[in-house]
T-cell receptor, first 113, second 116 residues
């Protein structure tokens, strides 16, 4: 059974640019959550999608957005990149997006220079 | 109210010893408490989880102890091995629905090093 696949694994972008990250969930999982991981702030929840609808959102600025496709694959986009956006971005998939059954991908390491 | 506080930040244990990581939460609406293990270059992986109606749960060498009145829970790793060296995160989540969908609230993490 394939796990959660995140692409690309590494990205280097320049301040002011935008970036799109991709997440393919485990087959059959309909919920995808995104997290930002930094040494200073730890793991912070960005948003959750289920059946192409955003059901929950964390405390991040509007530059962070996402979407989910009909096959449950999800993308997140960060516009007007800032140095502080450098982080490991993780997605987690689960069947229903409720309490248990979250499986994380290996993440995309974004570096903003 | 959404915070989960984790300690210590780092922990060094000798092989065969017991590793203990502690977490405390504020929001009594949390009712599911998982622990995750993360190796460098990997995402967090679920290790063990507990609900507040249970005071202890054991899976192999890993045990969660839960104190509902104190709003604290801890992870005990018995017979710690060098392969257990990783970062450990406690987390909490509320019952399904609304602002809890997909949202794990994590502690700050504990870097565990087990010396051979």
């Amino acid at each position: 059974k394939a796990g959660v696949t995140q692409t690309p694994r590494y990205l280097i972008k320049t301040r002011g640019q935008q970036v799109t990250l991709s997440c393919s969930p485990i087959s059959g999982h309909r919920s995808v959550s995104w997290y930002q991981q930094t040494p200073g702030q730890g793991l912070q929840f960005l948003f959750e999608y289920f059946s192409e609808t955003q059901r929950n959102k964390g405390n991040f600025p509007g530059r962070f957005s996402g979407r989910q496709f009909s096959n449950s694959r999800s993308e997140m986009n960060v516009s007007t990149l800032e140095l502080g956006d450098s982080a490991l971005y993780l997605c987690a998939s689960s069947y229903l997006g409720q309490q248990n059954g979250y499986t994380f991908g290996s993440g995309t390491r974004l570096t903003v220079v | 109210q959404q915070q989960v506080k984790q300690s210590p930040q780092s922990l060094i244990v000798q092989k065969g010893g017991i590793s203990i990581i502690n977490c405390a939460y504020e929001n009594t609406a949390f009712d599911y408490f998982p622990w995750y293990q993360q190796f460098p270059g990997k995402g967090p992986a679920l290790l063990i989880a507990i609900r507040p109606d249970v005071s202890e749960k054991k899976e192999g060498r890993f045990t969660i102890s839960f104190n509902k009145s104190a709003k604290q829970f801890s992870l005990h790793i018995m017979d710690s091995q060098p392969g257990d060296s990783a970062t450990y995160f406690c987390a909490a989540i509320m019952p399904g629905g609304g602002t809890s969908y997909g949202k794990l609230t994590f502690g700050q993490g504990t870097i565990l090093t087990v010396h051979p």
